[in-house]
């Protein structure tokens, strides 16, 4: 006798309360399982293509590669894995990032002991899950915004450049993170510098706390 296969979750956020908190829901609902979790963003990936969730958990604001960059690596890699985007913000760049990333649900993190169970429930289903305070401000933001100047100022890459210098990284070493050149981090850095407007190493810092990149 075959029975209902196990909703296999994902969890990403760096912090380990959080980590343990979700799992506890996850765990204490029947047949639903966490495969895996991961304090940062390349870890999250690293772990998703190997465990091939169902379902992935993020937090926006992940070292190393924040959740959107996750969420994007994940769903082209495994598109049948759903994202939930777990987050202390609800700014509208963060939830236009988020959907045009692949995320169907979004949730903030005090939202969560409300509607969680309903998210992933959701997810589980392949629908997308938005609270309805969230709603209509997530899907008129971004439908009204989709192909005009809403569209981020940095390539996605390039984003993930300032958040790894924001974080003190050197570019030897993000180099090594994106498995580039440091020729290449370097362009990107430039380019960056000279999208943002900004001449120095704090200057990306102080764009990259303002961004929500980064928590200051």
């Known amino acids: 006798m075959t029975g209902t296969p196990a909703i296999r979750i ?7 309360v959080v980590r343990s908190g979700l799992r506890a829901v996850v765990e204490s609902h029947a047949g639903w ?9 390349k870890i999250a990936i690293t772990k998703a293509l190997v465990t091939k969730p169902d379902i992935l958990i993020t937090d926006y604001s992940l070292p190393v590669m924040n959740g959107v960059e996750v969420t994007r690596q994940v769903r082209t890699r495994l598109p049948r894995t759903e994202v939930l985007m777990f987050t202390m913000h609800d700014t509208d760049e963060i939830i236009a990032q988020a959907l045009a990333a692949g995320a169907r649900a979004f949730l ?3 939202d969560a002991k409300q509607f969680l169970i309903s998210a992933i429930e959701a997810l589980a289903s392949h629908k997308p899950f938005f609270t309805g305070r969230l709603s209509e401000r997530m899907l008129d933001s971004y439908l009204s915004k989709a192909g005009d100047k809403a569209i981020p100022l940095l390539t996605p890459r390039e984003r993930i450049v300032v958040q790894l210098i924001a974080e003190g990284n050197s570019n030897r070493d993000i180099s090594s993170v994106l498995n580039v050149s ?5 362009s990107q850095r430039s380019a960056a510098m000279r999208k943002v407007d900004v001449t120095s190493t704090a200057g990306l810092v102080r764009y990259a706390i303002r961004n929500r990149l980064i928590e200051p």
């Open 10 to 16: 994902l969890i990403a956020d760096d912090h380990d």
């Open 33 to 41: 399982e966490v495969v895996g979790e991961a304090e940062d963003g």
């Open 108 to 110: 903030l993190k005090s």
């Open 182 to 186: 440091v020729k290449t981090v370097e």
